[in-house]
């Protein structure tokens, strides 16, 4: 099974960026649907960013769509999302996570709450926005 750890947090003031990396290990990288999700306490899990390392598509919720960006380097086994325009909002605790099974269809199409459980998750990064 792959192993995910996420680096790249911190604290940033509304408006700026910051970009989180993810570097995958033990298993094929292009064999999965890779995601970041974010928590805060007393909320549900979120998905903001998604992408297949096979074909390189895509899906974003619409409220991350036109700040966030979600790529892979295959190279190096590592999955970034470049966070732009960040809110106070976006605070939360960053999870890489990685999935063999779910597809991009299943991602983009199904109800959030429906989507399965990813598989892998990495240990998380802690991302501040400060207002």
């Known amino acids: 099974e792959v192993q995910l750890v996420e680096s790249g947090g911190g604290l940033v003031q509304a408006g700026g960026s910051l970009r989180l990396s993810c570097v995958a290990s033990?298993?094929?990288?292009?064999?999965?649907?890779y995601g970041w999700f974010r928590q805060v306490p007393g909320k549900e899990r979120e998905g903001v960013s998604y992408?297949?390392?096979?074909?390189?598509?895509?899906y974003y919720p619409d409220f991350v769509k036109g700040r966030f960006t979600i790529s892979t380097d295959n190279a190096k086994n590592t999955v970034n999302l470049q966070m732009n325009d960040l809110r106070p909002e976006d605070t939360a605790v960053y999870y890489c996570?990685?999935?063999?099974?779910?597809?991009?269809?299943?991602?983009?199409?199904?109800?959030?709450?429906?989507?399965?459980?990813?598989?892998?998750w990495g240990q998380g990064t802690q991302v501040t926005v400060s207002s």
């Open positions: 996570a990685a999935d063999r099974e779910i597809t991009m269809e299943t991602v983009a199409f199904v109800s959030p709450e429906l989507v399965p459980p990813f598989g892998a």
């Open positions: 033990g298993s094929a990288f292009d064999d999965y649907v």
């Open positions: 992408i297949s390392s096979s074909d390189g598509s895509t």
